[in-house]
């Protein structure tokens, strides 16, 4: 018999959407703000915003003694709390921090030292272990090629699990990601036989770094960004240079067989020398953004559809109007919307915020950067989270019992929920980034009555999941362990 594990969650802090409630965008910028230790420009900011570009806020300043100039994204663990990466901190190699988005407490929790790894310059992930995984950019054994490490959220300890080396990679500078084998991917901008980046695995049962692929000219070579897993099971990525063009590669990369497929080469009409990431979104094309190129050089925003290969330029940067030269990622929220960052442009040449409405393909600028919000948010992305300010009083008033099972579950999981009369659902299933994975049900006007419904994660990434079901005015949301025999 299925056992059945009942969760009753209340608002507490992890991707609550209630529907009286406000959800956030929270992000980082490596410069600006208040603090004067870093000099007259900053030393960068913890930043949210409303998905309709108001309520800006500043929850906390970095300010050089427990870290600054942030690189990469926030990401939120299962405990609520934000994880990220700054340079600064008391050995000045970097620091690895915690934030309380409640109640906006920061914690420099591990700094690093050279020999354990320096300068770290991405993003962290949560795995299905529980811990944290990211890389340093410098540091470690080997003349300072960079590690791969693990922060365990619970007993605090750090490891430097590998110390890339010249021959098997070095100075990486994206996030990792756990596919569905189990195995977490990345990428380095350096090393191999080709000296220009290589694409590696990473077993965290066996501690295993493999080095998989070798980039050079002809597949392109410097990846900046970070791998994605799409719904094909396949990897996907970019490199920064080279290809047919010499302006960089889309590219896949199956990890069952083993084969690297160059898609497009980017061009100076098309977009030049992409730094950020790619994501999927849930009209299953690719999206993402160039550096430079298009129509006067200042980067494009585009898609790319995996089923036929094709490629589209839908906004062209241009500046002061919608900023220039993006180098971080794109966010998917809860209202379909795509958001995302500029290092430059707009009103102060230091940087927009923008929403993308994939349908309309609509770009809307939400706000210009100036010093005092934080400028130039290198390789950054955002992340969606519910709002710390939320009554938490009312929402205990809006319990919904759900059941999911099995969880943790291998390929697919069953969700039931009862109805008391006829109202409107919507069940969304997002991932530990805050990115929205699936819609289950879309608003749909169901009668009262005994549901269930069936979600197949079998071409996702193992991992944490969290499923929110909507019910009229009330909320709820559970957490999803996926795991791979």
Known sequence: MKKKVIIILI???????????????????????????????????????NLDGTGY????????????????????????????????????????????????????????????????????????????YGMANSGGAYHYYGVLFSYDPVSGIYNDLFDFNDTLGSYPLGRLIQA????????????????????????????TYLDILDFNLATGNLPYGSLIQASNGKLYGMTQWNGGNGYGVLFSFDPVSNTFTDLFDFNTSTGEFPQGSLIQASNGKLYGMTTQGGSINYGVLFSFDINSNSYNVLINFIG???????????????????YGMTNFGGTYDNGILFSFDITTTILTKLRNLNLPDGVQPLYSSFIEIADSTTNINSVKEQKIHIIAYPNPFNAKIEIDYFLTDQIPVTITIYNTLGEKVKDLVNNAMQPAGDYKIIFDGSVLNAGIYYYTIIEGNKSETGKMVLMRQ
């Open 180 to 207: 569905t084998n189990g195995k977490l991917y990345g990428m380095t901008q350096s090393g191999g036989s080709g000296s220009v980046g290589v694409l590696f695995s990473f077993d965290i049962n066996t501690h």
């Open 11 to 49: 608002f507490l802090f992890t991707f609550v959407k209630i529907i009286n409630a406000q959800t956030k965008l929270w992000g980082m910028t490596q410069l600006g703000g208040t603090s004067i230790n870093c000099g007259a420009n900053g030393c960068g900011t913890i930043f949210k915003i």
């Open 320 to 338: 002061s109007t919608n900023g220039r030269q993006p180098s971080g990622g794109l966010l998917q929220a809860s209202n379909g919307k795509l």
């Open 57 to 132: 806020n500043i929850p906390y300043n970095f300010d050089g003694i427990n870290g600054d100039g942030p690189y990469g994204s926030l990401m939120q663990a299962t405990n609520g709390k934000l994880y990220g990466l700054a340079f600064g901190g008391v050995n000045n190699h970097g620091v690895l921090f915690s934030f309380d988005p409640i109640n906006n407490v920061y914690n420099d929790v591990y700094d690093f030292d050279s020999i354990n790894g320096s300068n770290p310059t991405g993003t962290l992930m949560q795995a299905t272990d529980g811990k944290l």
